[in-house]
């Protein structure tokens, strides 16, 4: 999923497209360490192959996305752009409690965010990154007629 949200910046950075990175352990304990471990551990793990994020891929440290400690982020983001499944998975793979069908389902979760801060799609995490090219091509020819 890393070299797709490369892919995705290297089309559309040019325009102002950023991607925002933020670990999670909360699915299967899959992001253990310390937040100065999370890069070497792309680079070098997973995806591995001396993997380095683009220059406007911004990579944060490692916070709750669900439960009753998630960050205010995800709880505003989850709240604009409800869940897609009713089924979140298996209560031995998920690390935190009050489990709701608008949590996020697993490691790469996708939210699109417009130019003024409202989170607008929401993807799930096995969703590749080539099929939300089409709603950023959206959000920009937004953005691009509302200026003068």
Same mark, same amino acid.
């Given at each position: 999923?890393?070299?797709?949200?490369?892919?995705?910046?290297?089309?559309?950075?040019?325009?102002?497209?950023?991607? $925002?990175?933020?670990?999670?352990?909360?699915? *299967?304990?899959?992001?253990?360490?310390?937040?100065?471990?999370?890069?070497? !551990? /792309?680079?070098?793990?997973?995806?591995?192959?001396?993997?380095?994020?683009? @220059? +406007?891929?911004?990579?944060?440290?490692?916070? @709750?996305?669900?439960?009753? $400690?998630?960050?205010?982020?995800? *709880?505003?983001? *989850? @709240?604009? !752009?409800?869940?897609?499944?009713?089924?979140?998975?298996? *209560?031995?793979?998920? /690390?935190?409690?009050?489990?709701?069908?608008?949590?996020?389902?697993?490691?790469?979760?996708?939210?699109?965010?417009?130019?003024?801060?409202?989170?607008? /799609?929401?993807?799930?995490?096995?969703?590749?990154? +080539?099929?939300? /090219?089409?709603?950023?091509?959206? $959000?920009?020819?937004?953005?691009?007629?509302?200026?003068?």
């Amino acid at each position: 999923m890393l070299p797709g949200m490369n892919a995705l910046l290297e089309k559309y950075s040019s325009v102002g497209v950023v991607g $925002l990175g933020f670990p999670s352990n909360q699915f *299967k304990l899959q992001q253990p360490g310390t937040e100065s471990e999370v890069l070497p !551990c /792309y680079q070098y793990v997973r995806p591995g192959g001396n993997w380095t994020p683009h @220059d +406007e891929f911004h990579v944060f440290g490692i916070l @709750d996305v669900n439960g009753r $400690l998630a960050h205010r982020l995800f *709880k505003s983001l *989850k @709240d604009s !752009c409800p869940g897609f499944s009713s089924t979140i998975g298996s *209560k031995s793979v998920l /690390y935190w409690e009050e489990i709701t069908t608008a949590d996020i389902t697993w490691n790469f979760g996708k939210f699109l965010v417009d130019v003024n801060g409202n989170p607008r /799609y929401r993807f799930g995490p096995s969703v590749p990154f +080539e099929e939300i /090219y089409p709603y950023v091509d959206e $959000l920009i020819a937004e953005r691009d007629a509302a200026q003068p």
